[in-house]
């Protein structure tokens, strides 16, 4: 085919012969770039780690309402005994109200359990399928609270919910909204240490006194920020209670 | 071109092209959730909405990419010229792969919440004032929205409402759109991405945006304006057979001088249609024929052939000493020029 001396390319004519094969392969390059890239960004995403929804299952124990409330195993088909369990409801809400008429009371709680490494967390059924008071007798026992110290800790504030493994990935700057809802719906927050604390990386927040920390957070949520506070071991669970004027992005 | 509105007018390039669009989509999906993913190292999966999230809002940012390159690639290699013929499906498309971002975005990260999903995706983050932790959220908003009002104002109605200057003028905002996507994305998803091949990916796709229209720029400016009352502008034979010379009679204005044989016409370089650069296109069936649409002009009076009604500025030029001079004020479009005739140039 004789090449056209001038080809020029009008819409509503005939594609040139020259600028035909041009653009045969400028589409067949441009499809295979998008592919390729497609498969570079999706083969490279980050993992999102191990938190995961684990399936319906109940649980007997202690209720503790303060910080945030949470759930000293004391017999179940799934924790063993001991174990403590953070309790969030269902979408991005926390379950404070439900939970305050039975602080220290031992109580009986159903729903889909969530775990992160030894973070445990469970998504209460709602009503009274998901938290009544237990009369069958179980033996309570006394939690054991430990005073680990004033800790200057690195890490990330994330929602206790979205991270045990309701969202993955349920941390970082692209869900920070995400957290904030959570976290203003009442969902325990929790802090991600960028190094363990005796050896768990995970710890519920509470303000100064031990209880729920103000909405002052909000703004630190997702990113890397260095805050000091007092730790504290109560059962397995690490209650980090913070100074919030010491809260500044980390470098 | 169309003496009527229509929704579009379709001819065979134009669903050559949207079936090329199509597949480029499909094809960038398709690879992302079903061959991509599989392959990343993950202990456990990340959830499929989250994927979708990613998926068609890395396509989008890719797609806008693309569509911001063709303009001064066009202007670098006159071959990619017919790419940008229908660039705006190219922007039609790329706004619904953005929205369906967005509905995935509202649908997952805001719902189940105890307030609204459009109040909750308002309220949610306010730190406005710090720059890790900045609301992502606000600056794809604003992009959504400004290709929104781009999808929509894309048609010839709109051009011809709102006229040529003013439409172009608002399908500028395309750039401030591309800022606020390549902002949502850096201080989003690019912070907790652990892998450089985002990294690379995406600040290579912005550089090459800014390379490409630094690029076409260096070479607009190679024209220097002149200050004489009437401008110098070429030998005749300097001029291509049926092709033009653009003269840069001032800051904002450029003339095309086009060649018929031994005929010469000076024309306002901005078509009436787009501001489609009418140097760059050639003489078609007689007429000046633009290289963006194919928007047709009578060299001699700068009026479209019958029944169409589009006109743009001529020129009046001289011919000393073997150099072809402009008069740098324009008539009035529409005016008719008696074209300059030079015997025995040879072909340039």
Not at chain 2, 68 to 78: E, H, M, V
Request: hydrophobic content about 45%.
């Amino acid at each position: 085919m004789a090449k056209e001396k001038d080809p020029f390319f009008v819409g509503w004519g005939k594609i040139p012969k020259d600028y035909k094969v041009f653009l045969i392969s400028l589409t067949a390059s441009i499809i295979a770039v998008f592919a390729i890239l497609s498969y570079a960004i999706s083969s490279t995403q980050s993992d999102p780690g191990d938190g995961a929804l684990m399936g319906l299952t109940t649980a007997v124990g202690i209720l503790q309402a303060d910080p945030y409330p949470v759930l000293h195993v004391i017999s179940s088909g799934r924790y063993q005994p001991g174990e403590t369990i953070i309790l969030s409801g269902g979408g991005k809400r926390g379950v404070v109200k439900r939970a305050a008429g039975f602080d220290g009371q031992v109580v009986r709680a159903a729903g889909v359990t969530m775990q992160r490494g030894d973070l445990n967390g469970m998504q209460l059924r709602s009503g009274k399928n998901g938290l009544r008071g237990d009369d069958t007798g179980a033996d309570a026992f006394t939690v054991r609270v430990e005073n680990l110290g004033r800790w200057r800790l690195t890490g990330e504030i994330c929602d206790g919910k979205c991270l045990n493994g309701a969202m993955r990935p349920g941390r970082g700057l692209a869900h920070k909204a995400c957290a904030n809802l959570c976290l203003l719906g009442g969902v325990p927050p929790v802090f991600v240490s960028s190094a363990p604390v005796e050896g768990s990386e995970f710890l519920l927040m509470a303000d100064a006194n031990g209880k729920a920390v103000t909405e002052e957070i909000l703004k630190f949520t997702a990113t890397y920020v260095e805050i000091e506070g007092e730790v504290e071991r109560r059962g397995e669970l690490l209650i980090f209670k913070i100074s919030p004027e010491t809260i500044r992005l980390a470098q | 071109m169309s003496v009527s509105y229509v929704p579009v007018q379709w001819n065979p390039n134009k669903w050559k092209y949207d079936a090329v669009l199509i597949a480029l989509v499909v094809v960038y999906i398709i690879v992302f959730l079903r061959l991509g993913t599989p392959a990343a190292d993950f202990t456990r999966p990340v959830d499929g909405a989250i994927l979708r999230i990613r998926a068609f809002g890395s396509c989008a940012f890719l797609m806008l990419t693309v569509i911001l390159a063709i303009g001064p690639l066009a202007r670098l290699d006159k071959r990619f010229a017919p790419i940008l013929y229908n660039r705006r499906h190219f922007g039609v498309m790329t706004t619904a792969v953005a929205f369906t971002h967005a509905m995935y975005v509202l649908g997952w990260y805001f719902a189940y919440a105890p307030i609204p999903r459009l109040e909750a995706l308002l309220v949610s983050n306010t730190s406005f004032g710090q720059f890790l932790g900045f609301p992502i959220e606000a600056l794809g908003i604003a992009a959504l929205l400004i290709l929104s009002v781009l999808a929509a104002t894309s048609h010839d109605f709109w051009l011809s409402f709102l006229s040529a200057p003013v439409w172009k003028s608002l399908h500028l905002m395309i750039y401030p759109a591309y800022v606020f996507v390549v902002a949502h994305v850096a201080l989003g998803y690019f912070q907790d991405a652990k892998s450089p091949v985002f990294a690379l990916i995406f600040t290579g796709g912005a550089l090459t945006v800014a390379g490409l229209h630094l690029a076409s720029w260096f070479k607009e400016r190679r024209f220097s304006p002149s200050t004489e009352k009437w401008v110098k502008a070429c030998k005749p034979s300097e001029i291509p057979d049926k092709r033009a010379v653009i003269v840069t009679i001032s800051q904002q204005e450029r003339v095309a001088i086009f060649r018929t044989g031994n005929s010469f016409s000076a024309v306002s370089n901005t078509c009436a249609h787009q501001g489609g650069p009418l140097g760059e296109g050639k003489i078609v069936y007689g007429h000046v024929t633009c290289p963006w649409h194919g928007f047709s002009y009578k060299a001699r009076n700068g009026c479209s052939p019958a029944p169409f009604t589009e006109k743009i500025p001529t020129y009046n030029m001289s011919l000393e000493n073997g150099v072809l001079f402009i008069d740098p004020k324009a008539n009035q479009p529409g005016t008719d020029v008696e074209p300059i005739i030079v015997e025995g140039v040879v072909h340039g």
